[in-house]
């Protein structure tokens, strides 16, 4: 089992930054491949960003390319998500998740079904 809980969320205004944490528990962290996924009220669940346990490559979804840097530290058990240029649209609450998927296409990691274990989320609100 792995415990994963998220952190720095809040409320910020467009173009300002927040930089979210999710620390892990109860595995080897070094072994998970770590993803953001993002839920705004009404929609689907949408992949962010995520870095394997491989070789730590990352990778993003098109809407936060250039703007958002994902990143992790393995003595810490924890992955960042740094959000920058944030806009209204990022509204949502955001998860990480876990998983050991490895793979170099992007679209393996945009699948919730290969995470294993998903965090509580925490809420981003970006006012305009």
């Known amino acids: 089992q792995v415990q994963l809980v998220e952190s720095g969320g809040g409320l910020v205004q467009a173009g300002g930054s927040l930089r979210l944490a999710c620390t892990a528990s109860g595995r080897t962290f070094s072994r998970l491949s770590m993803g953001w996924f993002l839920q705004a009220p009404g929609k689907e669940r949408e992949f962010v960003a995520a870095?394997?346990?491989?070789?730590?490559?990352?990778y993003y979804a098109d809407s936060v390319k250039g703007r958002f840097t994902v990143s992790r530290d393995n003595a810490k058990n924890t992955v960042h998500l740094q959000m920058n240029s944030l806009k209204p649209e990022d509204t949502a609450v955001y998860y990480c998740?876990?998983?050991?998927?490895?793979?170099?296409?992007?679209?393996?990691?945009?699948?919730?079904?290969?995470?294993?274990?998903w965090g509580q989320g925490t809420q981003v609100t970006v006012s305009s």
């Open positions: 998740a876990a998983g050991t998927v490895v793979s170099t296409y992007r679209g393996s990691y945009e699948l919730g079904r290969n995470y294993d274990y």
């Open positions: 870095i394997n346990w491989s070789d730590g490559s990352t």
